[in-house]
């Protein structure tokens, strides 16, 4: 069984920063890919932000200069530091990881419970 847990979300001011953290758990046998996906209310979930174990980065190109990834693999932890926060930001956050696992045949799709991120004054 593998588990994603984030951490870090929460209130924050316009223009001013969040750091999410995310650490994947349980019987792993490589990450691949992990990253963060967000959604708003009454709109679909949409990629934020992935990274790869080689450290190749991927961002929603609104995103680009504001937010970064970057991630620790010996921890299987990943990190979002978020720059800027706008209201539009305001959704929950989820962690997203690409996971071989004991036993699995493949490498599959694990998610995080989701963080809420709100953006407000």
């Known amino acids: 069984q593998v588990q994603l847990v984030e951490s870090g979300g929460g209130l924050v001011q316009p223009e001013g920063s969040l750091r999410l953290s995310c650490a994947a758990s349980?019987?792993?046998?490589?990450?691949?890919?992990m990253g963060w996906y967000r959604q708003a209310p009454g709109k679909q979930r949409e990629l934020v932000a992935r990274?790869?174990?080689?450290?190749?980065?991927d961002y929603a190109d609104s995103l680009k200069g504001r937010f970064t990834i970057s991630r620790v693999n010996a921890w299987n932890t990943v990190f979002l530091q978020m720059n800027g926060l706008k209201p539009d930001d305001t959704a929950v956050y989820y962690c997203?990881?690409?996971?071989?696992?004991?036993?699995?045949?493949?490498?599959?799709?694990?998610w995080g419970q989701g963080t809420q991120v709100t953006v407000s004054s």
């Open positions: 997203y990881g690409r996971i071989s696992a004991v036993a699995a045949a493949a490498a599959q799709d694990y």
């Open positions: 990274i790869s174990g080689d450290g190749t980065t």
């Open positions: 349980g019987c792993i046998l490589s990450v691949y890919w």
